[in-house]
Structure formats: C-alpha cells, structure tokens
C-alpha cells in the first residue's frame, strides 16, 4: 500500500499549513495600516483584519461651515486604510493559498 504513505504525508502537511495559516490569520490583528488623506490631515489607522482601530483628524481640517467635506475626507481615509488592510491579508495569507480564489481569505 504505497499510496497510504504518501496520503498520510500529505495529510500532515495539510494539517501543518492550515496551522500555519490560522497563526497568520491571528498576526494580521496585531499587524496595522494607516490610510491617510489630505497630507495627513486624516489618518485612519486599521489592523490586517479589516477592523479600525484610531481615527484621527487635525484641528486645522474641522470647518463647521461644511461638514460634508470632513465626511468626505473622513470616508476616502477609512477606504485607504481597507484597502491597505485587504491588500496586506493578501500578501499574507497568499504564500498558501498560492493563488487560489478561495472564498472569505
């Protein structure tokens, strides 16, 4: 039964990879991004899970005559700072997917 061997190492190495993959999964929470707009004057700081963490935004960028572009600003800051974070669960998590379009990863 040659083939059981081999099925058993393959096994093993999928248990290993899925491990390793689950620990990737937990470091992208500690690991962060920040999107940022208008030189700085909003930063949005996410961390490799999609989540926001910090929202920052200078005084001098707060008009009260028009909040409608502080919540422009604010929007296309959180978008940079996803998008960041989308690409940075890519790279990570694609050395083992290699490729592959798997759903939800």
Do not use: C, H, W
Request: charged share 30%; hydrophobic share 40%; proline share 2%.
């Amino acid at each position: 039964m040659r083939g059981m061997g081999n099925m058993q190492q393959m096994m093993r190495k999928m248990q290993k990879m899925q491990k390793d993959m689950l620990a990737a999964q937990e470091g992208l929470k500690e690991q962060t991004v920040e999107g940022t707009v208008s030189g700085g004057m909003i930063t949005v700081t996410a961390n490799g899970d999609g989540k926001i963490l910090d929202i920052k935004i200078k005084e001098e960028v707060v008009d009260p005559e028009d909040i409608e572009m502080l919540q422009d600003l604010v929007l296309t800051a959180v978008n940079d700072a996803l998008e960041k974070s989308t690409q940075l669960k890519e790279e990570t998590l694609g050395k083992f997917t290699n490729g592959l379009n798997i759903p939800g990863l």
